[in-house]
Each structure stands twice: as C-alpha cells, then as structure tokens.
C-alpha cells in the first residue's frame, strides 16, 4: 500500500474540507434537514468522525440520521465498507465512500475523508466539513432531538466554546498528527511542544472546573476528548507524543475518565478499530504493522472523583437511554 507507506515521509498539512454545503433546517444550501434522508459516514478509529459519533448519540439523533461505520483499516482507495455483508454499505450501495465523493464531482481529486454526510436518494455527498458538521447537528437539527437533549453549543457561551475550541484544535487534535507525520526533527519538536504546552493549560483549566466551558458538557469537551482518549492508546508511542501519558496527568486523566463514563461518549467508542487503524494503515511510521497489546482499557472504568466540582452533565436535559 503505497499511499499509507508515505505517512512520516512527508510534511504533514491537514486538507481543508472541500465539500462544505451545509444542511439546515431552512434548506439554503439545498440540502433541509430532513428525517431518514441522510447517511453519516464514519470511521470508529477516527478522531474526527467520533465527534460525530458522539454528538449524534447525544442528541438522540439514531433514527433521523442512518449511520454507516467503515472498515479501520484503509487500502488505497481510503474508506471502504468492507464489514458489510458482500463488502458494500446495505443502505447506500456502494463498496467505498469514494463512490458518494464522484457522484458529487466526477474526478475529484482530493482526498476522502470521514465523517461525511452522503444524500441517500441521490447517492451523492453532501459535506465532509468535520468542523460545521456537529455544529449543525447542534443547531440546525434541533426539531428532531431527543427530549431532553442537551445543548451543546449554548449561544451565550459560543465565543468562549469557539476560543476553547480553537486552541484544542491546533495544538491538541492537529497537533499529535503533525507531531506524529513530522518528517524533520525541528518540525516534530515544535509540534511536541505545542501539544503538552497546551495540554498543560487544559490541565490547569479543568482543576477547578468539571468541564471545558460552562457547568454542562459542551462541544469543546466533546473535541478533545476524541483525542484525549487516544492519547495512550496511539498518540504517545506511535505518534512519538511521549512527554508524560495521559493517565500521568491527574486532571486530565480524571477528565477523561469522567467523560468516558458519561453516556454517549465511552459507549461510542472501539479501542481495537482504533489502534488496528493507526498501527497498520501508518506503514511509513510503522512498517511491520505489530498492533500493541495495551494499555489495559479496564481503567477507563475507575472511579474519577469529578463529581465534586460540580457540574451538570446534560444541563437541564436528560443522559441519552443506555444501549
């Protein structure tokens, strides 16, 4: 597999989302929300989609929105739906999600990326714009949420969720890819530092606080913990972010274990997708494809101790239903 060989050979840039149409509730983009219409694409191993994953459990939206879940291990032509039966998503019809992205645009030459959102009548993609998606799961979608939903982006908190998210995104969520495909010493060590610098702040910030921004759960939380609850997993050995673990690190440890607990976000995820991804897809970081055996996931289910600070997970909402 070529492709996957050049990861760690090369300057690492995160694309940007080509396909940006939005769906909302009044339909401007040409795309309304609308029950039962739209299939979310993700991968399990991906940071990016678990957001999504997350959010939809969250908001109850399980019957609104169909979800297709992919193989974690990529060949050449990126995501494929290899764990359905006769290798082809039931729903959409297709082998892989490439298929949706040419519907959409015949050549397309860039990369196909998860999580998206493919039209089912047509067959077509709608958006792979990772970072409006759940946004708009949030706010456009809202006639089809689950009572008792939360509110995730809360409008008097927004500036404040953004700024939070903002700094996470670049030195935390990016930041352990760039650390981890650095092809020189001097941009692996600059990337290095930006992850634990901001971590560190993150970790200070949530002493006193349960959660990121506010009393309640909020996007930003759900954007780091997609990456925190990687950390040990792949980030610090595979990627080479190795100052201190995760469970080295009291607060952000007991964060992570807080919201692993919570409903829709521990249930969401797949500890085996996600290492069979990174260990065996990265051939340019890890040639000989050995998926480590730990670390020993039983500890995200010990005590945490986070109730006494407060908070209200889901505000004046409800925990989705267990599953």
């Keep these: 597999m070529p492709g ?12 940007r989302s080509h396909f940006t149409d939005r769906i909302t509730a009044d339909g401007r983009d040409g795309w309304p929300v609308e029950a039962g219409r739209y299939r979310l694409v993700v991968s399990k191993a991906c940071p990016w989609a678990s957001r ?9 939206l399980e ?20 764990l359905d039966p006769d290798d082809r998503d039931p729903v959409l019809g297709i082998r892989f999600l490439s298929e949706a992205y040419d519907a959409r645009e015949t050549g397309y030459p860039g990369g196909v990326s998860v999580p998206a959102i493919v039209d089912v009548p047509s067959g077509k993609l709608v958006t792979n714009d990772y970072q409006q998606l759940t946004l708009d799961l949030e706010t456009e979608w809202t006639a089809l949420h689950r009572d008792g939903a939360p509110d995730l982006y809360p409008e008097p908190l927004r500036d404040e969720i953004d700024e939070v998210m ?5 030195d935390v ?41 506010g009393d309640t759960i909020a996007e930003a939380d759900v954007r780091l913990f997609t990456t925190l609850v ?36 521990g249930d969401t995820v797949d500890f085996d ?20 055996l730990g670390p020993d996931p039983s500890g995200w289910l010990t005590p945490h101790g986070r109730e006494k600070l407060g908070g209200r997970p889901f505000g004046d909402g409800t925990p989705p239903a267990p599953r």
């Design 4 to 15: 996957n060989a050049s990861y760690g050979k090369k300057a690492f840039k995160r694309s």
């Design 52 to 60: 999504a994953l997350v959010v939809r459990r969250l908001l109850g």
């Design 63 to 82: 019957d609104a929105l169909s979800l297709a879940v992919t193989d974690p291990i990529q060949d050449d032509r990126s995501w494929r739906f290899t």
């Design 166 to 170: 903002e700094g996470i995104y670049r």
């Design 173 to 213: 969520n990016n930041g352990v890819y760039r650390a981890g495909f650095a092809s020189e010493q001097d941009a692996y060590e600059e990337a290095y530092g930006d992850v634990f610098a901001r971590l560190d702040m993150v970790s200070r910030r949530l002493a006193g606080q349960r959660y990121l921004v």
């Design 230 to 265: 990687r950390f040990d997993a792949v980030y610090h050995g595979h990627f080479k972010c190795n100052r201190n673990k995760l469970a080295e690190d009291p607060v952000l440890w007991a964060y992570a274990r807080d919201l692993f607990q919570t409903p829709g976000f």
């Design 273 to 292: 997708h996600i290492k069979r991804h990174y260990y065996q897809v990265h051939t340019g970081i890890n040639p000989t494809r050995i998926v480590p």
